[in-house]
């Protein structure tokens, strides 16, 4: 059934980089609009970045502006999200979703991943 799975978290320094992918099984992917969000010990869920269909658009949180890039390979069913220059606010749990409809039912669906820790710290 629908699937998506994150890698790429981990411990990293402040000033250091990492990069997110998220492989996806299940649906259209390439109907879907994708997005990474996040949710930091003791605060809400945030939306971090989101990329249309087509990798057209997208779209940053004013918190990673300059920083994340967002960018999808619909011929692997992958998005994936670069961030450079992590700060230790950075530090959440990250997850993929996947939003659109069905190509014959119209159908809305709103798929998530399980997430994947990111830590940056000294």
């Known amino acids: 059934q629908v699937q998506l799975v994150e890698s790429g978290g981990g411990l990293v320094q402040p000033g250091g980089s990492l990069r997110l992918s998220c492989a996806a099984t299940?649906?259209?992917?390439?109907?879907?609009?994708m997005s990474w969000y996040r949710q930091a010990p003791g605060k809400e869920r945030e939306l971090v970045a989101t990329?249309?269909?087509?990798?057209?658009?997208?779209n940053y949180a004013d918190s990673v502006k300059g920083r994340f890039t967002i960018s999808r390979d619909n011929a692997k069913n992958t998005v994936y999200l670069q961030m450079n220059s992590l700060k230790p606010e950075d530090t959440a749990v990250y997850y993929c979703?996947?939003?659109?409809?069905?190509?014959?039912?119209?159908?809305?669906?709103?798929?998530w991943g399980q997430g994947t820790q990111v830590t940056v710290s000294s």
């Open positions: 979703n996947a939003a659109g409809s069905s190509l014959l039912t119209k159908r809305r669906y709103d798929y």
């Open positions: 990329i249309t269909s087509t990798g057209g658009n997208t």
């Open positions: 299940g649906f259209t992917f390439s109907r879907s609009t």
